[in-house]
Nanobody, 127 residues
Framework: QVQLVESGGGLVQAGGSLRLSCAASGRTFSNYAMGWFRQAPGKEREFVAAISKSGHTTYYADSVKGRFTISRDNAKNTVYLQMDSLKPEDTAVFYC????????????????????WGQGTQVIVSS
């Protein structure tokens, strides 16, 4: 198993930035493709961004494309989500997730692809 712990959430004004981190432990981090999802109050958990286990492939939801950047440091067993130009509609609990895979460049966008989840970190964007 792999354990995931998110950090970096908080309260920020619209137009501001936050960087979320997700630290992994328990298994070889580089065996996992990683993703970020978010869940706003009263809404379904939705895909935000994904990165392949090699780090060479990334993919974003249209709603965050050009504003958010996903990256990973396999030496530090950590995946990041840099969030810029934040909007009030970005307010949500953000979750990182891990999907074991043998494919170096594959990314996953569906919740059911991910077998491991963190506990979430709250992001609040004020207008």
């Amino acid at each position: 198993q792999v354990q995931l712990v998110e950090s970096g959430g908080g309260l920020v004004q619209a137009g501001g930035s936050l960087r979320l981190s997700c630290a992994a432990s328990g298994r070889t981090f580089s065996n996992y493709a990683m993703g970020w999802f978010r869940q706003a109050p009263g809404k379904e958990r939705e895909f935000v961004a994904a990165i392949s286990k090699s780090g060479h492939t990334t993919y974003y939801a249209d709603s965050v494309k050009g504003r958010f950047t996903i990256s990973r440091d396999n030496a530090k067993n950590t995946v990041y989500l840099q969030m810029d130009s934040l909007k009030p509609e970005d307010t949500a609990v953000f979750y990182c997730a891990a999907a074991i895979t043998t494919a170096a460049t594959v990314v996953f966008t569906k919740r059911h692809n991910y077998g491991y989840w963190g506990q979430g970190t709250q992001v609040i964007v004020s207008s």
